[in-house]
């Protein structure tokens, strides 16, 4: 399987700042055929199911505002919020889709300092 | 517009098998690279996935739950069928269906159901 580390548990920012997550693959998600990453980012509010922001670790999913980015390639991936407005304030996922089992990583907590 | 519901019964017994059901629409689960997942949150902790179906019939299961998981599809009634035998409390969780590529992993998730695992 691959283990999906994320990075960190959880993490505080003011409002306007930057935040940054960190996903780690315990192996390569990159697809050389196609040269993509096989790399998700999910947003979970709670009591909601998680939502799709990123897909192929930097691909915006449609009406996902732009301050979300997400960069890497490989086995290193960072979801980056440019601006944190506090309605991004919940806790965010990454998540493999290279192979089965499909797997995530324990999730980053996003709270306002 | 792609839609997901989870259904099935919100209070099951241990030893009991749990039986849900997705029903969706917006996509059909005949079109090449179409598939519907499976992903399991315990309360107050991380997502777990289950199981996948894809249009061609071919299924992937969670090795650590392979033994007690059944997923399969009914095409002409737009659903996706998950069993799990031997229930225990600590299958206690939250059940997610979601609609699955391999370019957009998990797109589009249904709301959930909670299934409590208590004699």
């Known amino acids: 399987d691959i283990v999906m580390t994320q990075s960190p548990d959880s993490l505080a920012v003011s409002l306007g700042e930057r935040a940054t997550i960190n996903c780690k693959s315990s192996?390569?998600?990159?697809?050389?055929?196609?040269?993509?990453?096989?790399l998700a980012w999910y947003q979970q509010k709670p009591g909601q199911p998680p939502k799709l922001l990123i897909y192929?670790?930097?691909t915006r999913e449609s009406g996902v505002p732009d301050r979300f980015s997400g960069s890497g390639s490989g086995t290193d991936f960072t979801l980056t919020i440019s601006s944190l407005q506090a309605e991004d304030v919940t806790v965010y996922y990454c998540?493999?889709?290279?192979?089965?089992?499909?797997?995530f990583g324990g999730g980053t907590k996003v709270e306002i300092k | 517009q792609i839609t997901l519901k989870e259904s099935g019964p919100t209070l099951v017994k241990p030893t009991q098998t749990l039986t849900l059901t997705c029903t969706f629409s917006?996509?059909?689960?005949?079109?090449?690279?179409?598939?519907v997942g499976w992903i399991r949150q315990p309360p107050g902790k991380a997502l777990e996935w289950l199981a996948l179906?894809?249009?061609?019939?071919?299924?992937r299961y969670s090795p650590s739950l392979k033994s007690r998981l059944t997923i399969t599809k009914d095409t002409s009634k737009n659903q996706v069928v998950l069993t799990m035998t031997n229930m225990d409390p600590v299958d206690t969780a939250t059940y997610y269906c979601?609609?699955?590529?391999?370019?957009?992993?998990?797109?589009?998730w249904g709301q959930g159901t909670l299934v409590t695992v208590s004699s």
């Open positions: 998540q493999q889709y290279y192979t089965t089992p499909l797997t």
């Open positions: 179906i894809f249009w061609d019939d071919d299924k």
């Open positions: 979601a609609h699955s590529t391999m370019t957009t992993g998990l797109a589009y």
């Open positions: 192929w670790a930097s």
């Open positions: 917006g996509f059909s689960l005949s079109t090449s690279g179409v598939g």
């Open positions: 192996q390569s998600v990159l697809y050389s055929s196609n040269n993509k990453n096989y």
